[in-house]
């Protein structure tokens, strides 16, 4: 009996632990559940700024509903503070036709029907439009031969800060601009090395190393487009779409190419920072469509209303302003 006493005891106190630790874990349970629902309460700060988006847009874009909401408002105001300030280094057209040539070679048509709505919004041509992609993938052709056929990064740093240096050396000396031989003439690789080394006092490693059979195809439309001034986008603006299409590939050739040229044809230096980042946030914004995947005609109609809303403020405004708006 004693013995049985022993193991009631045992049984009880057991079943009494087993009761205390579920009612410790249910209360756990309780308090965490608690915890993660005030956790998912909308902050102060994303509330202010979804209703800083409906103020500024004239509606909340589904894109971003779907962003974390503890990083919205630090993605919304640098986007105010880029592609919306209208002060900014860049003009409102220029910043989206670099968002439209980076989108096209991501590709991401969510970003393409954006930043070709809002360039066209903005006064581009149909021109400007085409240019601007002609450059982007004119961009990834180039870092694909150098990376392709692995080319010196040295050598052609090199060759293009010489490039460079001879083109302000005859600036400064009023030189006349040597004549580039007529394309009807250039037809064969030695052809395009001659006319290399008369323009730019050097052969760069980048032609020479160019498979020979297309090389002057390649060069006619490297000189003719990106080189001519008197195409609907300037030289300098060519160059800072390409910077921005670089920065992204990442390509360290084109970069540093496309950086120092667009130096030499006048970018500033914040103009230079602010095609980098615009190229920054269409890869942020274009990953973050691409993964959450909306329907494309619903985003599309979305844009189009974002059209709408801009060319009704831009009417209002009238002479008061300029404006731009955001990817």
């Known amino acids: 009996m004693k013995t049985k006493s022993q193991f009631i005891l045992i049984l009880t106190a ?4 087993t009761a205390f630790a579920q009612v410790e874990r249910t209360t756990a349970t309780a308090t965490e559940a ?3 629902k005030e ?13 800083d988006i ?14 974390p909401q503890e990083a919205l408002p630090g993605a919304w105001e640098e986007m105010k503070s880029v592609q919306m300030n209208p002060n900014s280094a ?49 961009t990834r052709k180039w870092s694909t031969v150098l ?12 060759d293009v800060n010489q490039m460079i240096s001879n083109a302000k050396a005859m600036a400064q000396k009023n030189t006349p601009t040597p004549m580039a031989m007529p394309a009807a003439e250039m037809m064969t690789a030695d052809a395009v090395l001659k006319d290399s080394q008369n323009l730019f006092g050097l052969t760069p490693v980048f032609l020479t190393d160019y498979h020979k059979p297309s090389v002057a195809g390649a060069w006619k439309e490297l000189r003719d487009f990106f080189n001519n001034p008197n ?27 496309d950086t120092e040229f667009a130096k030499f044809d006048g970018a500033s230096n914040e103009e230079i920072k602010e095609a980098v980042i615009m190229a920054a946030m269409v890869r942020n914004w274009s990953t973050v469509l691409n993964g959450v995947a909306p329907d494309e005609k619903q985003f599309n109609r979305e844009v189009d209303q974002l059209a709408a809303n801009f060319k009704k403020k831009m009417n209002s ?7 731009s708006v955001t990817h």
């Open 54 to 67: 409906k103020s500024s847009l004239g509606m909340v874009p589904t894109m971003f509903k779907h962003y």
């Open 39 to 51: 956790m998912m309460k909308p902050s102060v700060a994303y509330t202010a700024t979804m209703d």
């Open 14 to 17: 057991f079943l009494s632990c």
């Open 231 to 257: 195409t609907a986008l300037p030289v300098k603006v060519k160059d800072l779409v390409s910077l921005a299409v670089s920065a992204q590939i990442p390509c360290d050739y084109c970069t540093h190419f």
């Open 34 to 36: 608690k915890t993660k």
């Open 147 to 158: 990376y392709g056929n692995q080319i010196s990064l040295d050598t052609l740093k090199k």
């Open 317 to 323: 405004m009238k002479m008061g302003g300029q404006a």
């Open 90 to 138: 860049i003009s409102g057209k220029y910043k989206e036709l670099i968002g439209l040539a980076v989108s096209a070679q991501i590709p991401c048509k969510y970003c393409v029907y954006f930043h070709k709505k809002m360039a066209m919004t903005q006064g581009a041509s149909e021109r400007e439009i085409n240019e601007a992609i002609a450059v982007a993938a004119s």
